[in-house]
T-cell receptor, first 114, second 114 residues
Framework: AQSVTQLGSHVSVSEGALVLLRCNYS??????LFWYVQYPNQGLQLLLK??????LVKGINGFEAEFKKSETSFHLTKPSAHMSDAAEYFC????????????FGGGTRLMVKP | NAGVTQTPKFQVLKTGQSMTLQCAQD?????MSWYRQDPGMGLRLIHY???????DQGEVPNGYNVSRSTTEDFPLRLLSAAPSQTSVYFC?????????????FGQGTRLTVV
């Protein structure tokens, strides 16, 4: 069975500061991992995904995430926060099995202070 | 390039009423799924389909029905609405697992049951 835990339902950073959003997963087979962003009253947009090609994955808007198998983690980072990064972020896992759907974490709301 | 289209965007129902949330995708994706989003709980899988004529239950299927008569459409039916079904509903589609494919989401339907 697959599951995702996002540590911290709310994270607040100052503009220009490092963004770190934590994600830990559980999977019985090698997983695919995703980060999605949701802006207010909108659907989910893919930020980046890990599909076993490279452990450090770069996404849109300057975000990146590193897959660490030993820690079962896939934390999302951005060196310098912008006001426009304020949104809710979801980590998701999908096992490499036929018919498998994405399982999401509880989400982290990122607030950026001026 | 429409992607995943959900209708309606907003709906208010009275307890006991039934309704159908519509979802259509134009990407010829085999996999489709319905999620509900509730504060602090992320997205939870209601029902999913791996192809026309094939559906299965997700994590929270009670009170909902689905059918998949075509590749493009995947409607979600609420049989007898209850206040606990007040939520935001998202439809998603993706190509089959195996290449780490991400899910594409609609804009959501905000449902209130009074």
């Amino acid at each position: 069975a697959q599951s995702v835990t996002q540590l911290g339902s709310h994270v607040s950073v100052s503009e220009g500061a490092l963004v770190l959003l934590r994600c830990n997963y559980s999977s019985s087979v090698p997983p695919y991992l995703f980060w999605y962003v949701q802006y207010p009253n909108q659907g989910l947009q893919l930020l980046l995904k890990y599909t076993s090609a490279a452990t450090l994955v770069k996404g849109i808007n300057g975000f990146e995430a590193e897959f660490k198998k030993s820690e079962t983690s896939f934390h999302l980072t951005k060196p310098s926060a912008h006001m426009s990064d304020a949104a809710e972020y979801f980590c998701a896992v999908s096992e490499n099995n036929a018919g498998n759907m994405l399982t999401f974490g509880g989400g982290t709301r990122l607030m950026v202070k001026p | 390039n429409a992607g995943v289209t959900q209708t309606p965007k907003f709906q208010v129902l009275k307890t006991g009423q039934s309704m159908t949330l519509q979802c259509a995708q134009d990407m010829n994706h085999e996999y489709m799924s319905w999620y509900r989003q509730d504060p602090g709980m992320g997205l939870r899988l209601i029902h999913y389909s791996v192809g026309a004529g094939i559906t299965d239950q997700g994590e929270v299927p009670n009170g909902y029905n689905v059918s998949r008569s075509t590749t493009e459409d995947f409607p979600l039916r609420l049989l007898s609405a209850a206040p606990s079904q007040t939520s935001v509903y998202f439809c998603a589609s993706r190509r089959p697992t195996g290449v780490g494919t991400e899910a594409f989401f609609g804009q959501g339907t905000r449902l209130t049951v009074v």
